[in-house]
């Protein structure tokens, strides 16, 4: 065996050794860290924020709820942004401003188009929430996605034909589809185990407010 050949096998030895050691470590840690479920990890994190200071806790919980109410709004102007479109479109009026310069007296095919617009958006907007909300946290995502849906909705008012109209409310969707989701998750981590399913009742009922 020449020089060349020992030193190959030397590096490979010491590969193998390296690569054994580091799935040994891997195996000792998983063995020394317990599963836990979503459960346990919220359970976790509200025990570490109690407060004892009958004062302390009752400024806490007041801040608790006044952010809960405030998720609750956010849940609202997504079911308006949804809605209001619906309620333009059932009107009766056939000689509406809207009808014939929007929808140029097509409500069938341009009315599908709006109504349409927006739930693709949102379907986009589901999509990359679940990844940028790992990725940069899941309240700024929730404040990206509210900007958007707010700066949506005066473009939409100012739409002078159907294309823009129907670009700004897939922009819209977009903003919705990424508020909805870390809007919920941000109550259910945010409450206390024993209301959460109240909390994230309340929170889902301004959807009709």
């Known amino acids: 065996m020449n020089y060349n050949e020992q030193e190959s096998c030397i590096r490979q030895q010491h ?32 025990q ?3 407060v004892f200071d009958p004062f302390s806790r009752f400024k806490l919980q007041m801040e608790f709820w006044g952010i809960f109410v405030i998720l609750g709004v956010c849940n609202c102007s997504d079911a308006t942004e949804i809605l209001a479109l619906s309620y333009i479109l059932g009107l009766d009026d056939e000689k509406s401003d809207f009808k014939q310069t929007i929808l140029n007296n097509n409500l069938a095919r341009n009315g599908g188009i709006l109504a349409s617009s927006i739930f693709l ?28 849906h707010c700066f ?17 409310r897939f922009v819209a969707g977009v903003g919705i589809g990424g508020s909805i989701p870390p809007l919920f998750a941000l109550a259910a981590e945010l409450a206390p185990p024993l209301t959460r399913g109240l909390v994230v009742t309340i929170v889902a009922s301004f959807w009709m407010i």
Not at 128 to 142: A, F, Q
Not at 159 to 168: E, H, Q, W
């Open 121 to 148: 958006g949102m379907l986009v907007g589901g999509i990359l929430v679940g990844v940028l909300g790992d990725e940069y946290g899941r309240k700024k995502v929730l404040v990206v996605g509210l900007i958007a």
């Open 152 to 168: 949506a909705g005066i473009v939409s008012a100012c739409a002078p034909n159907l294309i823009a109209l129907a670009c700004a």
């Open 15 to 46: 590969y193998s050794d390296s690569k054994s050691s580091t799935a040994r470590l891997e195996d000792e840690f998983h063995e020394s860290v317990p599963h836990r479920s979503i459960d346990s990890f919220m359970d976790e994190a509200y």
């Open 48 to 50: 570490s924020s109690l």
